[in-house]
């Protein structure tokens, strides 16, 4: 069935909101082609984003919030583990009279790099360096007594190159290599916590523990390459999340207008740092906490939209363990049936990070969020995190399936309000 473009409204004229959506990227990448969260250009590029609001809006507000953000404090996870690994392995190689010590050590950087990495937990962005993150969003209030609220994101930090996926030549296993480090960087955690039990509690050694040195040993052809993980370079991150951001703008331009929903405020915006561990989205809850519990919340937000056939909603985020609204996801995914497409729900595979819609959901907003990047384990022409992420590597019919999802989402959710209210 072909999406049905007479399904939404008559003045939402999707193809010339799919042109200003790049035309809006094209003036953020002249501006500012790198904008990483706490630079300069990040302040810039919000700065300018929010010019970009203010002018397409004709009642509604307009707010840049200031943060404090640690940048390092997600992504130092890979270096950290490939040297804490490498220090353990030769402690133990030395003598296991320095268990003890290595118990101390491994167990510390686990400890970190799950909170950091594996559960997107803050508890140590004070070990890394403090800089100042922006977030801007606007407001659109209805024609009646807010009811329910929407909310409506993209992120315009970009991230770091990731060195394991620039290669072209590489980045078809990108996610086989991670696992391959994490298996080891991960096992030995219990091995010598079995070790260690062994040891001091029936006074023998192990089980296979020479198999097992030999196993650690093979182990750095896998982990001492995260070290290198993280360029110091940074991505242009058109899709990973630029183009998020810049539909937002162009929403507002079509929410923001004449254009009234009766009892739902609209709020669209664009987050900073979201590839420093959601932090951005994390400093919005926080100061909004009150805005999100005054009325029922929803909150759709959009991340790397790059192909139509890759358009998924997420049901799990932050590596799948953190539970997103199974309800909202599937009426987003009835939204996009209704206009043609198929749009499942998943989970958000381990190694695959989090996004936005994790700190919604956390702050109590129902959250789901639509991505645009294959979750498979073997991928080819990946863009995200690589110098190559320019507008020219997103299909503009996913920019319009995803512009078309959001105004008849938000529409949808007003007109049920606005009916179950009149049968009431």
Known sequence: MEPSKHSLPEDANISEMKDETFHIMDEVLD??????????????????????????????????????????????????????????????????????????????????SFSQFVFYKTYFDWVHKKKKGYNVHVKLEPEEEVKQQIIVTGHHDTPFIFNYIEPLKWQKYYAVRISLGLIPAFAVLFYIT???????????????????????????????????????????????????????????????????????????????????????????????????????????ILDGIYQTEDLQFLSYDINGFLPLSKKMARECSEVAEDLGLDIPAIRMPFGGGGTDAAAFQRAGAKSTCLIGIASDLIREDLHYHTSRDTPDKIDPEAVEDALEIVISYILKKDNQYNRQNELN
């Open 194 to 300: 079995y070790w260690a039990i062994a040891k001091y509690q029936f006074g023998q050694d192990p089980i296979l523990k020479m198999a097992f040195l030999v196993f650690m040993g093979v182990g750095l052809i896998f982990v001492l390459p995260f070290f290198k993980f993280l360029s110091s370079e940074g991505s242009p991150g058109a899709g990973d999340n630029l183009v998020s951001t810049a539909m937002t703008v162009v929403l507002t331009e079509y929410f923001g207008g004449n254009k009234k929903l009766k009892n739902t405020r609209v709020i669209l915006g664009t987050m900073d740092a979201e590839e420093s561990g959601l932090r951005g989205a994390m400093a919005f809850t926080e100061k909004y906490q009150d805005l999100i519990d005054e009325v029922p919340t929803y909150a759709l």
């Open 31 to 112: 501006e500012t082609p790198i904008r990483m969260a706490g630079s300069v250009e990040g302040k810039k590029a919000a700065e300018n984003l929010y010019q970009m609001y203010e002018e397409r809006i004709k009642n509604g507000k307009v707010t840049m919030d200031e943060f404090f953000v640690h940048p390092m404090a997600l992504l130092q996870f890979f270096k950290i583990v490939s040297v804490i690994y490498t220090i353990c392995f030769i402690m133990l190689l030395i003598g296991d009279f320095l268990l003890p010590y290595v118990l101390v050590i491994y167990y510390s950087a686990m400890v970190y």
